[in-house]
């Protein structure tokens, strides 16, 4: 009867040792997993950080040129006023070619 308990212990430790190397593969294998799941995830982070720069960047673009489409659409709307004609400088001389104009052509006309 000793014996058959021995080998009862024996078979029970051998299950036993069967079972907790089992469950050792499958522990190691899920810190494999997860391992790869955090290398994943931070992969992930740097995609999501590079494609928040970017669309930062698209959305400055956009507002950039909205500005710029808004200027032009007003001065197609209102364009400014064309400018003065500078101002001709008047001296004496140009008052006595005047009066000689006047008094030549008055002279014709007589």
């Given at each position: 009867?000793?014996?058959?308990?021995?080998?009862g212990?024996?078979?029970?430790?051998?299950?036993?040792?069967?079972?907790a190397?089992r469950?050792?593969t499958e522990?190691a294998?899920a810190?494999?997993?997860?391992e790869?799941?955090?290398?994943?995830?931070?992969q992930a982070?740097?995609?999501a950080?590079?494609?928040?720069?970017?669309?930062?960047?698209?959305?400055?673009?956009l507002e950039?040129a909205?500005?710029?489409?808004?200027?032009?659409?007003?001065l197609?709307e209102?364009?400014?006023?064309?400018?003065l004609?500078?101002?001709?400088?008047?001296?004496?001389?140009d008052l006595r070619?005047?009066?000689?104009?006047?008094?030549q052509?008055?002279e014709?006309?007589?």
């Amino acid at each position: 009867m000793e014996l058959a308990l021995a080998l009862g212990a024996l078979l029970a430790a051998l299950a036993s040792l069967a079972l907790a190397l089992r469950l050792r593969t499958e522990v190691a294998r899920a810190r494999q997993a997860v391992e790869a799941a955090r290398g994943d995830a931070a992969q992930a982070q740097t995609s999501a950080a590079a494609a928040e720069r970017a669309l930062a960047a698209l959305r400055a673009d956009l507002e950039r040129a909205q500005r710029e489409l808004a200027e032009v659409r007003a001065l197609v709307e209102s364009p400014p006023p064309p400018p003065l004609p500078k101002p001709r400088r008047t001296d004496l001389s140009d008052l006595r070619q005047q009066l000689r104009a006047a008094q030549q052509a008055e002279e014709e006309d007589a």
